[in-house]
């Protein structure tokens, strides 16, 4: 139901008439109208700010109010304020809304909002404006955000429900042109985002502690991604812990020292060893310091893991160490040969103390180095950047010493160096020169030996021969060396010379052989040694052959054989008996005639002393012959006496005994020839009994 502006004017009158205020109860008594009419309007002129109401006791009391007009007051806002009535025609805008419409007043109040400039403005988002100001109308309060991108603009906006003065409901809209402080709040989000990114990409840990009152860092406040990483904690994890959680045990003194520091200085950096979560110590620099942050002492700490940074130093170390102990000696020197650094091997070897080497130039120890000479190898040596050479330093004793130098050039900024690796080489020098003088000694012992000698490597290829085998092959030993072995020999003898030295190459042991090769249609015999020959690191990488031709002893040897041949012949085909005997005359052979003329076997006799097969009385005669023969030195002797047969009778033997003496003239042995002559001792008479 509508309120009547009779009614609204009869209580605002009475107000106005009495300042200090009605009581409902009054006006009703002095506007004539009942109390409920009475209250609904007093409702709405408090609604609308025209009527105040306070306590009395546990009365009410309204008066007029003593506010400026919401209309005044809508006037003067910087806001943009608008108020519609139920029937959606404009009532009120104030003059910031109408300048920003580019339009006046007459222009648009009075007129339906749907049909004036107002859904233009809004352009697309107009629809949410009208809908939103349904539901005011409706009562329905609304607060939120405008975006228009044709104007470029954010507005906050709030839609109240209102009642006018004539009782009729309403709507206010109030637009606050937010547009500067969504572009700052864009910015200040665009640049915490750009600087948390900046912070979680940090090759460093940095962490946000709060600062205790008593100045100590208390709890983390925040982590980047990188401290998350390292000390492998989630970030929660992180921000629910202390330092003291993540420093080594044994170095919380050294956190709580540069803490104190810390706090007296505003900053400080040192550094610490961390462990991790799953228990990785990790030493660190930190770089620590404390700022106001909302209010509040902070403590923004950077840590930079310095692994990777120790383990160079170790490196370093140990590089130095090594340099410092190396077996050759180490000098460095600038562009004017001034010595800058030198190690120990090169105070050892030319008995000068470091800071007396350092205290040199390198002129100073080079005997034959002149200012002009050094300038040319530094400009070679810039050039080529590398240089190998032999040269002479002076100990400090005077003694002059050979050298073997390299040397490499190195340039830091604009500062030149020249670092040389020196080693002592005069007992090297000393020793090749006795190799040099015994290799000549022995090349000449090889050329001048009737063996033929050769060298012969992996390849089948010929390093050398001496004069004898290149004789021997009929060829100059320059024709030879260098070439293919197989060339110089029928494929049948090449054949088998390969198959030998592969057997030296694949197990590394000499060996010696003999045989013959048929060479230009001659045969001839051969001694052979193969020597394996190793390289520094053991591996075969020759071969040494020594060949001694031996064919006039395998043609004597053989010509002995066939004379054996024949002899053994002649004894087991004699009807005399032949003894082979030792110097005490035990037998060690005895022909086959020994059994049908004695009646033994050779088994029989084998180791059988001869002498007790003598008949007694022809023994003492038989020994005196045989001291003859050992101490006359005749080689010959002939005697005569009785020899026991098997059967015990004794036959008369006519014995021609031969001796072989060693090189000492010692008796080495007894040959004998013995014919069986009883017949022609005793006649037709039968043998003599034992």
């Not at 170790?314 to 040969?337: C, H, N, P, T």
């Not at 200012?371 to 003694?399: C, I, M, N, T």
């Not at 053989?558 to 008996?577: K, L, P, W």
């Amino acid at each position: 139901m509508a309120l009547r502006r009779e009614i609204t004017s009869r209580i605002t009158d009475l107000l106005h008439k009495n300042p200090q205020g009605l009581s409902i109860t009054e006006i009703v008594k002095h506007g004539g109208i009942n109390r409920n009419t009475a209250g609904r309007y007093l409702d709405n002129l408090l609604v609308t700010g025209q009527v105040e109401m306070r306590h009395f006791g546990m009365a009410k009391i309204y008066s007029l109010s003593s506010r400026l007009p919401v209309s005044s007051v809508l006037a003067i806002s910087t806001e943009l304020v608008l108020q519609l009535d139920a029937s959606l025609r404009i009532v009120f805008l104030n003059q910031p809304f109408i300048s920003l419409l580019e339009s006046t007043e007459k222009e648009l109040v009075g007129k339906n909002i749907e049909f004036s400039k107002i859904p233009l403005f809004f352009d697309e988002t107009f629809p949410t404006v009208l809908a939103w100001i349904r539901d005011g109308i409706a009562g329905t309060e609304y607060r939120g955000e405008l975006d228009i991108p044709k104007e470029k603009k954010v507005f906050s906006c709030r839609v109240v429900p209102t009642v006018f003065n004539s009782g009729q409901k309403g709507v206010s809209i109030l637009f606050d042109d937010i547009t500067e402080q969504k572009q700052s709040e864009a910015l200040l989000s665009e640049s915490e985002e750009l600087f948390r990114t900046l912070v979680n990409n940090a090759n460093d840990l940095i962490l946000l502690l709060k600062q205790e009152k008593e100045g100590v860092p208390g709890r983390f406040l925040e982590v980047n991604h990188e401290a998350c990483r390292v000390l492998q904690y989630t970030r929660e994890e992180l921000l629910s812990l202390a330092p003291e959680a993540i420093v080594a045990p044994e170095r919380a003194a050294v956190l709580s020292r540069n803490a104190r520091v810390l706090r007296e200085r505003g900053h400080a950096t040192f550094e610490m060893e961390l462990v991790s979560k799953e228990g990785r110590r990790i030493p660190v620099e930190v770089n620590a310091h404390i700022f106001e942050f909302r209010g509040e002492s902070v403590v923004l700490a950077l840590v930079r893991d310095i692994t990777e940074r120790r383990e160079a130093e170790e490196q370093l170390r140990l590089l130095k160490i090594s340099v410092d102990s190396a077996y050759d000696e180490v000098f460095w020197m600038d562009l004017q040969g001034a010595i800058l650094y030198v190690n120990d091997a090169a105070c050892r070897t030319t008995g000068y103390s470091q800071n007396e080497l350092c205290a040199m130039n390198i002129s100073d120890l080079v005997p034959d180095l002149t200012p002009e000479q050094w300038k040319e190898h530094f400009l070679d040596v810039r050039e080529r950047k590398a240089q190998f050479f032999l040269s002479r330093h002076r100990r400090k004793d005077g003694v002059i010493i050979d050298v073997e130098v390299g040397s490499v050039y190195v340039a830091r900024g604009d500062k030149e160096y020249k670092f040389c690796f020196v080693r002592e080489i005069t007992e090297r020098n000393r020793v090749e020169a006795a190799l040099r003088e015994s290799e000549a000694r022995y090349r000449s012992l090889a050329e001048a030996s009737q063996d033929l000698i050769f060298v012969i490597d992996q390849n089948d290829t010929v390093l050398y021969i001496n004069q004898r085998a290149a004789d021997f092959l009929r060829k100059p030993a320059a024709a030879v060396i260098g070439h293919p072995r197989s060339a110089n020999f029928p494929k049948e003898v090449s054949d088998h010379q390969y198959q030998a030295l592969q057997h030296i190459f694949a197990t590394g042991k000499p060996v010696r052989s003999e045989g013959p090769m048929n060479l230009w249609g001659e045969r001839r015999w051969f001694d052979h040694a193969l020597v394996p020959i190793p390289d520094a690191e053991g591996k075969i990488t020759s071969v040494l052959g020594v060949s001694r031709e031996i064919t006039t002893r395998i043609v004597a040897e053989q010509e002995r054989q066939q004379n054996e041949q024949t002899n053994r012949f002649i004894a087991e085909h004699s009807v005399d008996i032949i003894h082979r005997l030792t110097p005490d005359c035990v037998c060690t052979y005895a022909s086959p005639s020994v059994t049908p003329v004695l009646g033994y076997t050779q088994e029989d006799l084998a180791g059988t002393s001869v002498l007790s097969m003598i008949h007694p009385d022809d023994l003492p005669g038989v020994l005196e012959d045989l001291a003859t023969i050992r101490t006359s030195g005749q080689d010959t002797a002939t005697s005569s006496f009785r020899f026991r047969h098997k059967d015990g009778r004794y036959l008369w033997f006519e014995s021609t005994t031969r001796v072989v003496r060693d090189a000492s003239g010692q008796v080495k042995e007894f040959l004998n020839i013995s014919r069986d002559i009883t017949g022609r001792k005793n006649g037709p008479s039968a043998p003599d009994k034992p």
